[in-house]
């Protein structure tokens, strides 16, 4: 298992958090992850033989926000 921590733009309230979170977990690989709109971030816990970084941006993305 592998740990990133991803910079989110764009999350303005807990629902944004709780939104992208959702997107995360739900790709194949992804075992935990832990959004703040406060602090703008995500902490991915992962199976990087199973996901990797450019599918968690590309959920975040898919959600509607941005990874900077």
Not at 23 to 41: I, N, Y
Not at 46 to 63: C, M, N, W
């Amino acid at each position: 298992m592998e740990t990133t921590t991803l910079y989110v733009s764009g999350m303005a309230c807990g629902g944004c958090a709780h939104a992208v979170r959702q997107a995360l977990l739900a790709l194949d690989g992804v075992v935990e992850a832990k959004v703040s709109h406060v602090e703008a971030t995500a902490e991915v816990r992962y199976d990087p033989s199973r996901v990797g970084i450019p599918q968690l941006k590309a959920a975040i993305e898919q959600a509607g926000y941005s990874v900077t």
